[in-house]
């Protein structure tokens, strides 16, 4: 059965929208955009229905982070909101495949959903405001093994910036997993930048080197 990703603050809207499609279809809703974030990283859904306006981060921001991301940017999203249908071609520049208007139409949405096939792989390098909880594991300066829990501060599609109490050298690498109650191995990073001025420890521009991960830091 294929899957589809709920993302939305309203959960009566869930509730409605799981009661409509889960006949045909395995559900994962939630109204928390960073455990969806996660939850589309390590589901890999069929196709996203994500909502415009939620409180923590906006569907506009999150549709562009799901869209650039090189694991979730294979995913057909669908905007399912009840603001202005003007927005419609602003979301499809972000990636979203579709846009629907509160009440859905299901009709519209099943045929859509019974026909969309994977966008076509692309790279971008836009950066994206999305904390996403990490760890990170290897030897500092001093060879000294460590291993700390952090979160993003900046995002690409290929890489991340974050904090870490660890002294690190340029050319240095870590291990990284996202830490969503389990912990999704993700691979290795190298050091590419460091900043020491906004902190009481290192900022660290870090670039995921997996070929499998394709990030690359901006």
């Not at 009566?12 to 499609?21: C, D, G, H, K, Y």
Request: proline content about 2%.
């Amino acid at each position: 059965m294929r899957q589809i990703l709920i993302i939305d603050d309203d959960e009566a809207m869930r509730q409605v929208i799981r009661s409509r499609l889960e006949n045909k279809y395995s559900i994962i809703d939630t109204g928390d955009p960073e455990v969806a974030f996660a939850a589309a990283l390590e589901g890999k859904p069929d196709a996203i229905l994500l909502d415009l306006s939620m409180a923590k981060v906006s569907g506009f921001e999150l549709c562009k982070t799901l869209s650039s991301f090189s694991l979730t940017q294979h995913i057909p999203i669908f905007i399912i909101t009840g603001e202005d249908s003007r927005n419609a071609a602003f979301c499809k520049k972000l990636g979203a495949s579709g846009f629907f208007q509160k009440p859905i139409d299901f009709e519209r949405l099943n045929s859509q959903l019974e026909c969309c096939s994977s966008k076509s792989e692309r790279r971008s390098e836009v950066r994206f405001q999305l904390k996403v909880i990490l760890k990170l594991k290897g030897k500092d300066r001093n060879g000294a093994s460590f291993e700390t829990r952090t979160s993003t501060e900046d995002m690409s599609a290929n890489g991340f910036q974050s904090g870490c109490n660890a002294e690190l050298d340029e050319g240095m690498t870590v291990e990284v997993w996202l830490c969503n109650g389990d912990e999704h191995y993700i691979g290795t990073a190298r050091v590419v930048r460091i900043d020491r001025t906004h902190t009481s420890f290192p900022c660290y521009g870090f670039h995921l080197q997996d070929k499998t991960t394709q990030w690359v830091f901006n």
